[in-house]
């Protein structure tokens, strides 16, 4: 009788075994795959239908900043939720608090108001505040005012505001700065892969002179989610 029990209990230990070595691939392929998921860029990504045509043709009011950039913002912003209001008060899919609306905010689809909430009228506005923050980081890279690229850094400003890239030279860091703003630079660079293309067959328009509002530059630089209200 002493064959089988050796047997079983043999058998027993490699049922064990295989049990404790499928644990561990499964544990490994779970990480992976977590890990693959936050390094990878987004290859899928897809735009909502009613947004496809603004985000084309806020893209061209002027060089650098493309459709599937701004696509890329909405997806961070709001994840393209029309009606998406935060804590402070930042509105629409673009998420612009209201004192940065009534500066950029554009009646886009003729409807006699402008509308935060309306898409085509909050992605064209994100698109001309985009231009005009590409076009000062740009200016600032360029004359050694600031430091970094100029494309993260109008990103940066639109969610800190202006005032927080001068003040810093560049991208800032520090409190809500290191928690939020540079994650959420990080975060549209990742998933504006996914969205390019909406770039496709977009015939890349002369770069046209952005015309600022009629109104004093030291209120021009509102930031859209973090330090609200913060002046140049």
């Avoid at 045509?53 to 912003?77: D, F, M, V, Y």
């Avoid at 994100?126 to 993260?152: A, E, I, K, N």
């Avoid at 067959?201 to 609200?228: A, E, M, Q, W």
Wanted: hydrophobic fraction near 40%.
């Amino acid at each position: 009788m002493s064959k089988p029990i050796h047997k079983r209990g043999l058998h027993a230990k490699l049922l064990f075994a295989m049990k404790r070595m499928l644990t561990a691939l499964g544990s490994l392929i779970v990480a992976l795959g977590s890990t693959l998921a936050l390094a990878a860029p987004a290859s899928a990504n897809t735009a909502p239908t009613e947004y496809v045509p603004w985000l084309q043709k806020s893209a061209t009011q002027c060089s650098g900043i493309t459709a599937s950039l701004l696509a890329a913002q909405i997806h961070a912003e709001s994840d393209f939720r029309k009606n998406a209001v935060s804590r402070s008060n930042a509105q629409g899919p673009a998420q612009f608090i209201p004192s940065t609306w009534a500066i950029w905010g554009v009646d886009a689809d003729g409807d006699g108001r402008a509308d935060p909430f309306s898409i085509p009228d909050a992605v064209m506005s994100q698109g001309r505040f985009m231009c005009h923050l590409l076009d000062r980081t740009t200016s600032g890279v360029r004359s050694g005012q600031l430091r970094g690229d100029p494309l993260d850094l109008a990103i940066a400003a639109y969610n800190a505001g202006l005032g927080a890239i001068t003040r810093a030279g560049g991208m800032p860091s520090g409190g809500a700065y290191t928690t939020e703003t540079r994650p959420y630079v990080q975060k549209i660079r990742m998933l504006e892969p996914g969205y390019r293309y909406l770039n496709s067959g977009v015939s890349p328009l002369p770069t046209v002179p952005f015309v600022l509002p009629d109104l004093p530059l030291d209120i021009l630089d509102f930031g859209s989610i973090g330090s609200l209200g913060e002046l140049s």
